[in-house]
């Protein structure tokens, strides 16, 4: 028979799990509950991956009651009851914000959380504005105050301070009862099915993957040349492939404007990478070879084969006079909805919905073409127009 009686210590002083045992005898507990709220601390500022400090769960429960701070540095520690508990389908893993934490563990251990809840997701739908923070949820919907003085400390250093603990446990604590509220307001509006095709992308694997190959695409450029383009995505490229072997952060090998300082001169030789007035570091050496020999990739890439412009950046040919009134609708729509705006479309989906004639956006398929997507394309098409009066927007049949 299990003593548990370690478990609660652990709830009621805060004390960390530090063992594998005291670890499995908890997560034996959660299972026996339909949900778990999770949270992490970790410190990514000296590192490319980031390295775990520290897992909050809790159960259902009240206070402080059911939850446990557990210690990954802790000395023999085998997070692998954790891990079993997360593949537990029968227990919800409740995140807020969940794209770093799962990231951290599907890197560290090839796990993602499954089933798992975003409140950050969840409140987006259910009308809570954009990006919404967990301190305004706990305030507006658990009549808490979070205490966030602690969110910038060391957490890799120990013993934690009883500051660092309370603030950690409360990201869990409060969790619960914003969960239990979302999932009941989700359930009421028959709108639980869009919060799971929300969360898709990041229950898939390949969202955690990142290839060297594809840093190029998150540059930010003002010049959409070709050959530009091709030199700054091997070097972003080299930059990525450098920093993951190492585990240092990108800007330790080079920063985004010495990259595409680097892009624009194309340096040939060293005496030309001396000169260089952005490049503090990795005039020679390794990363001096990296960055002329992906200068060098850049220059000889064939012509067929230059990286085009993103349609981001590409001027939107459409209506200008569309695109505001597509706005409009958006507008209208969302809050006839109750359903925060950019998640149902962004600024650029509008103009590639007004410019393009059959544009691939997220705005035009599942729940948001139903919301959105279908009366948009028709007001494009002309069969619908806008009228604005004391009640709002509404929108009138042609």
């Not at 200008?320 to 609708?329: I, K, N, Q, T």
């Amino acid at each position: 028979m299990v003593d548990f009686s370690d478990i609660h210590r652990y709830s009621r002083d805060m004390k960390t799990i530090t063992t594998t045992e005291a670890l499995a005898e908890f997560c034996t507990a959660c299972a026996a509950h339909p949900y778990v709220t999770v949270d992490t601390e970790f410190l990514r500022e000296r590192t490319y991956y980031s390295k775990l400090c520290l897992v909050q769960v809790a159960m259902p429960g009240e206070g402080d009651e059911g939850g446990a701070l557990i210690d990954p540095l802790a000395n023999g520690i085998d997070l692998a009851p954790l891990y079993a508990l997360f593949e537990d389908e029968n227990v919800v893993k409740v995140f807020h914000a969940a794209r770093q934490d799962l990231e951290i563990f599907a890197v560290e251990a090839g796990v993602i959380p499954k089933p798992f809840f975003d409140t950050q997701v969840a409140a987006m739908v259910c009308g809570f504005g954009e990006q919404v923070g967990y301190e305004t949820l706990v305030r507006k919907i658990a009549r808490e105050q979070v205490d966030k003085s602690s969110r910038f400390t060391d957490w890799s250093r120990r013993p934690l301070t009883d500051k660092q603990k309370t603030y950690a446990i409360g990201d869990v604590t409060h969790l619960r009862v914003v969960y239990e509220f979302l999932a009941k307001e989700l359930k009421a509006k028959g709108r639980e099915p869009w919060v799971q095709e929300e969360l898709a992308v990041l229950m898939n694997p390949d969202t955690y993957i990142i290839r060297p190959e594809d840093a190029g695409k998150r540059l930010k450029t003002r010049t959409n040349s070709p050959r530009f383009l091709a030199v700054a995505h091997a070097l972003a490229q080299f930059r990525e492939s450098y920093a993951q072997d190492r585990n240092i952060p990108r800007p330790r090998v080079f920063k985004d404007d010495a990259l595409l300082e680097l892009a624009a001169n194309k340096p040939k030789d060293l005496s030309d990478l001396s000169r260089s007035r952005l490049l503090r570091e990795g005039r020679k050496g390794p990363i001096a070879e990296g960055i002329l020999k992906a200068v060098k990739a850049g220059m000889e890439m064939p012509e067929k084969d230059l990286p085009k412009p993103p349609k981001s950046r590409e001027k939107p040919q459409g209506n200008e006079a569309l695109g505001d009134l597509l706005r409009v609708l958006l507008k209208a729509k969302s809050g006839a909805e109750g359903v925060a705006s950019k998640l149902i479309a962004t600024a650029a989906d509008l103009d590639r919905i007004a410019g393009e004639d059959n544009p691939d956006v997220h705005a035009l398929a599942g729940w948001r073409r139903e919301v959105f997507g279908e009366d948009a394309l028709r007001l494009k098409r002309g069969e619908i127009a806008l009228s604005a009066g004391p009640q709002g927007v509404t929108i009138i049949e042609l």
